[in-house]
C-alpha cells in the first residue's frame, strides 16, 4: 500500500513518514511504514524533493491513473466516480461551479449524489472526480466519515487542512491571515488568541452573561418594539413583512455594538454598514468562481460605476471594521478578553471575518428558525408557551427551554447555514469510520464534506433512526433520540462543526439566535402561506423568500 501511495508522487507535506489518521484525529505511523523504512524514507525523500521542485509534478504524476480511470482511493469504503460530462443524465448540473450555477451550490453538490439511491455499496454516500489534470474531489454525506475528517483536521502532523478553493473570494475581501483561512501553525496561533473571548466559560461567566444578557435583551427588545409599533399605526390585524432585512440588524447590532463595545447608531447599521456588508458578501460569492486570476479588480481605477459603488463598499466595511476595533485601547466589552499583545492592524482581517461571517451565519440560522416555526403553527405554540414568562436569560434558563432548543437543534440539522464544509488532504491519509471501515485519501484531494445531504438522508436520520422523516421539521425528534439511548456521537448534525476547527462562536451565536427567536415569538405570531421552504445559497443558506411571514401581535 505505502509503496503503492508513493508511487502516486504524493509524499507528504507537513512529515516525512506516512500516517494513518484513526476515527479519533490522533495521527500515528503506520505498521507498513515501520517495516520499510529505508526504502520508504529514500524514496519519499526523492519524490517530496521533486514535488516541491518541479512544478506540476503532483498533477503529472497522478495523469496516468486519470487517464485510465483507476481509483484513487483505497480501503473498505469505494467511492463511487462521479463522470465529468454526463449528457441525458437528468442530473441538475455539473459537479463543479461554473458561471451559470454557482448561484445555486446546493444543486452542484446534489448532482454528486444523482442516482446514488439506487446502489447499496459505499458509493450511495461517497462519490468522486477525477479529472486529468486537476486534483481529485471526494464528496461524503456519511456522518461517520464526516465526523472522522473534521475530527482528524488541525495543525497535527497529516492532518487534514481546511481547503482554502473555496474561500479565496474571502481572503481577497478580508486579508488572507485569518483564523478562516490560515491552516497549521498559523492556525493555531490566531485559534489561541481570538477564540477565547466567545468560548462558553467567558461568555458564560455569571457577571460577563448578566452584563450581556442585558444588553442583547436592550437591543432586541427595542427592535421588536419598532415592529410593534409598525404593527399598531398600520391599523391592521396583521402584517405581510420580509423579515431577513430586520433579523440582520439585529444580528450587527448585537456584534458590533454589545459584543464589541462600539456605539454605532441603528440607522447607520440599517441604511449604510447592513446594505455594504450584504453587498460585499456577494460580491465574495461570484469572485471565488469567476475571478479565477486572482486579480482585485477593486483595487483599479474607477472606471465605471461599478468599480466606484464596490469600492464605497469596501470603504464602509473597512470603518465599520475600525469602529468595532476603536474600544480595544479602552477594554470594553468583551475586548478585554482577547489575550493578545498584536497590534490593532495585526486584527483587522480576522474581524472582518469575524464581521462578515457571523453576519452570515447567526442570520441564516435565526431566519430558518423563524421560517420553519412560521409553517409548524403547533411547534410555535410550544416554543410561546416555553418562553412567554422569561424575561431574563440567564444560562439555565436557557438550558430549561428544551422545546426552543430542540427547534433550533433541527433548525440546524434540516437547513445548516454552512451546507458543507471544505477539507484538502495533506498527505495520503487513512480515515476510519465509526464501523472500523477504513479509507486512503491521496495527497491533495479536495474533500466535501456534504453536511446539507447528510442530514437530509433517510438513512441517517429517517423514521427508523430518529421516529420522523429526515426530510421533515420535526423538533421532537430530538426527544425520541434522547430517549433512544444513542450516544451524542451518533447524532451530530455538523451545525457548528466538529473537531478542532468547530465554530469559535457557536455559544455566542446560540444566545443571540435563542433571544432573538425567543422575543419574536413572545410578542408576534407568525405564519407562512407558503408550505415549501425552499433555499438559497451563498456563503451561507438562507430562506428563498427573504423569511416572508405574515405577523400579528399576540
Ligand atoms: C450562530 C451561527 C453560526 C453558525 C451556524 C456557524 C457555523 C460555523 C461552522 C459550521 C464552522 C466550521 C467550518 C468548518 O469546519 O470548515 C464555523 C467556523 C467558524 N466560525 Fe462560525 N458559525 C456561527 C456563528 C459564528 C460567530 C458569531 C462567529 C464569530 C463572531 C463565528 C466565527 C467563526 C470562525 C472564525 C470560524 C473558523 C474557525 C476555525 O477554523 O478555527 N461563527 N462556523
Known amino acids: 500500500m505505502i509503496l503503492h501511495a508513493s508511487s502516486e508522487g504524493v509524499a507528504p507535506i507537513r512529515q516525512s513518514s506516512p500516517v494513518r489518521i484513526i476515527g479519533d484525529g490522533r495521527a500515528e505511523t503506520t505498521p507498513q511504514a515501520v517495516a520499510l523504512p529505508v526504502f520508504r ?64 451550490p446546493i444543486q452542484i453538490l446534489e448532482t454528486y449524489f444523482w442516482n446514488a439511491d439506487a446502489e447499496d455499496g459505499t458509493g450511495r454516500h461517497n462519490r468522486y472526480l477525477d479529472v486529468p489534470g486537476f486534483a481529485p474531489v471526494f464528496v461524503t454525506r456519511d456522518p461517520g466519515l464526516i465526523r472522522s475528517i473534521a475530527t482528524a483536521t488541525g495543525d497535527r502532523e497529516g492532518q487534514f487542512d481546511r481547503d482554502t478553493l473555496p474561500s479565496v473570494g474571502i481572503a481577497r475581501a478580508t486579508g488572507t491571515d485569518t483564523l478562516l483561512y490560515s491552516n497549521g501553525a498559523e492556525w493555531k496561533k490566531q485559534r489561541r488568541i481570538a477564540a477565547c473571548p466567545f468560548g462558553k466559560t467567558t461568555l458564560f461567566q455569571p457577571e460577563r452573561f448578566g452584563e450581556f444578557s442585558q444588553t442583547f435583551r436592550v437591543t432586541v427588545g427595542d427592535r421588536v418594539d419598532v415592529l410593534r409599533q409598525h404593527l399598531r399605526q ?42 455594504a456588508l450584504e453587498r460585499v458578501i456577494d460580491h465574495i460569492v461570484s469572485d471565488t468562481v469567476k475571478n479565477r486570476l486572482g486579480i482585485p479588480w477593486r483595487r483599479f481605477p474607477s472606471w465605471n460605476q461599478r468599480i466606484t459603488n464596490a469600492k464605497q463598499d469596501d470603504a464602509a466595511f473597512e470603518e465599520l471594521t475600525q469602529l468595532v476595533l476603536a474600544p480595544r ?167 457548528f462543526g466538529h473537531g478542532p476547527r468547530v465554530c469559535p462562536g457557536k455559544h455566542l451565536g446560540e444566545l443571540e439566535v435563542g433571544l432573538t427567536v425567543g422575543a419574536l415569538v413572545k410578542t408576534f405570531r407568525f405564519e407562512s402561506a407558503q408550505t415549501e421552504n425552499p433555499a438559497r445559497a451563498g456563503v451561507s443558506t438562507k430562506p428563498a423568500d427573504g423569511t416572508q411571514v405574515r405577523m400579528s401581535l399576540r
Open 41 to 104: 524514507s529514500d524514496f519519499c525523500s526523492v519524490t517530496k524533493t521533486m514535488r516541491d521542485r518541479i512544478p506540476g509534478y503532483r498533477r503529472i504524476s497522478r495523469l496516468p491513473k486519470q487517464l485510465f480511470h483507476i481509483n484513487p482511493f483505497d480501503g473498505d469504503i469505494v467511492p463511487s466516480r462521479v463522470p465529468l460530462i454526463a449528457p441525458r443524465s437528468g442530473r441538475p448540473t455539473q459537479p463543479f461551479p461554473h458561471r451559470w450555477n454557482f448561484h445555486d
Open 234 to 275: 398600520s391599523g391592521k390585524q396583521a402584517v405581510e413583512m420580509r423579515l431577513e432585512p430586520e433579523v440582520k440588524v439585529v444580528m450587527l447590532e448585537m456584534l458590533a455594538n454589545n459584543f464589541f463595545g462600539a456605539e454605532i447608531g441603528y440607522r447607520e447599521l440599517r441604511e449604510r454598514f447592513v446594505p
Open 329 to 495: 485601547c479602552e477594554g470594553r466589552a468583551l475586548w478585554n478578553q482577547f489575550k493578545s499583545a498584536a497590534p490593532d492592524e495585526k486584527l483587522v482581517s480576522n474581524l472582518k471575518v469575524f464581521l462578515a461571517g457571523a453576519l452570515e451565519a447567526t442570520t441564516s440560522y435565526a431566519t430558518w428558525a423563524i421560517s420553519h416555526l412560521a409553517r409548524n403553527p403547533d411547534a410555535q405554540e410550544r416554543v410561546y408557551e416555553e418562553v412567554k414568562d422569561i424575561d431574563v436569560y440567564t444560562p439555565e434558563v436557557l438550558a430549561e427551554a428544551s422545546y426552543l432548543r430542540a427547534v433550533l437543534d433541527e433548525t440546524l440539522r434540516l437547513t445548516p447555514s454552512l451546507y458543507f464544509l471544505p477539507r484538502r488532504a495533506t498527505t495520503d491519509t487513512w480515515v476510519k469510520a465509526n464501523d472500523g471501515r477504513r479509507l486512503m485519501i491521496p495527497d491533495g484531494t479536495h474533500l466535501l464534506l456534504d453536511v446539507w445531504h447528510a442530514n437530509r438522508h433517510e438513512d441517517h436520520w429517517g423514521v427508523q433512526q430518529s421516529g420522523y422523516p429526515a426530510i421533515a421539521f420535526e423538533p421532537d425528534r430530538w426527544r425520541v433520540l434522547a430517549e433512544s439511548g444513542r450516544s451524542s456521537k451518533e447524532i451530530l448534525h455538523f451545525g
